[in-house]
T-cell receptor
Framework: DAGVIQSPRHEVTEMGQEVTLRCKLISGHNSLFWYRQTMMRGLELLIYFNNNVPIDDSGMPEDRFSAKMPNASFSTLKIQPSEPRDSAVYFC???????????FGPGTRLTVL | TQLLEQSPQFLSIQEGENLTVYCNSSSVFSSLQWYRQEPGEGPVLLVTVVTGGEVKKLKRLTFQFGDARKDSSLHITAAQPGDTGLYLC??????????WGAGTKLIIKP
């Protein structure tokens, strides 16, 4: 298995632009997590899906952030409009339960100028 | 409020030395996971401890779960440059909530 796949690996955009991050889960996994990692705040859970349904989105910073899971193997995280404070590394992870082992993708490094 | 405190936040030591990283909480966890993250990559699971007092060994790494399941430690013997990375602990609070520590950044100098 190729593991969790994220794209793009790097994204540089200007403030106000829309950003879409993509994630392909490991086949057979039913849980999907989006995280944001910064030096200041460490690893923060943004949203957790189980069987394509959002279970916990309390970590989503504000309405500018939205996440979808249109099918069992794919998810997107969208930021619109983006702001410089959104600059971070965004990870998605998949697993077979909320507290089971999480398999992380390589991350997307987002820079908003 | 940090529910899971990791210490130290940063540690830089020479190759061959021993070290211990701590993960502490006032909350009880049903299990606790340790991950290692290398630069430019996502965290990778090292071990999961489930039973209070449990000790697990992974080559030179020894993981211990506290008797009350509120704390855990990671001890590395004879550290090597390949051990360099960010070590994260994550505690399972319920069947859907995993609480992450802030991490310990470890640098092993040759």
């Amino acid at each position: 298995d190729a593991g969790v796949i994220q794209s793009p690996r790097h994204e540089v955009t200007e403030m106000g632009q829309e950003v879409t991050l993509r994630c392909k889960l490991i086949s057979g996994h039913n849980s999907l997590f989006w995280y944001r990692q910064t030096m200041m705040r460490g690893l923060e859970l943004l949203i957790y899906f189980n069987n394509n349904v959002p279970i916990d989105d309390s970590g989503m910073p504000e309405d500018r952030f939205s996440a979808k899971m249109p099918n069992a193997s794919f998810s997107t995280l969208k930021i619109q409009p983006s702001e410089p404070r959104d600059s971070a590394v965004y990870f998605c992870a998949s697993g077979q339960g909320a507290t089971d082992t999480q398999y992380f993708g390589p991350g997307t490094r987002l820079t908003v100028l | 409020t940090q529910l899971l405190e990791q210490s130290p936040q940063f540690l830089s030591i020479q190759e061959g030395e021993n070290l211990t990283v701590y993960c502490n909480s006032s909350s009880v966890f049903s299990s606790l996971q340790w991950y290692r993250q290398e630069p430019g990559e996502g965290p990778v699971l090292l071990v999961t401890v489930v039973t209070g007092g449990e000790v697990k060994k992974l080559k030179r790494l020894t993981f211990q779960f506290g008797d009350a399941r509120k704390d855990s430690s990671l001890h590395i013997t004879a550290a090597q440059p390949g051990d360099t990375g960010l070590y994260l602990c994550a505690g399972a609070r319920s069947n859907y909530q995993l609480i992450w520590g802030a991490g310990t950044k470890l640098i092993i100098k040759p």
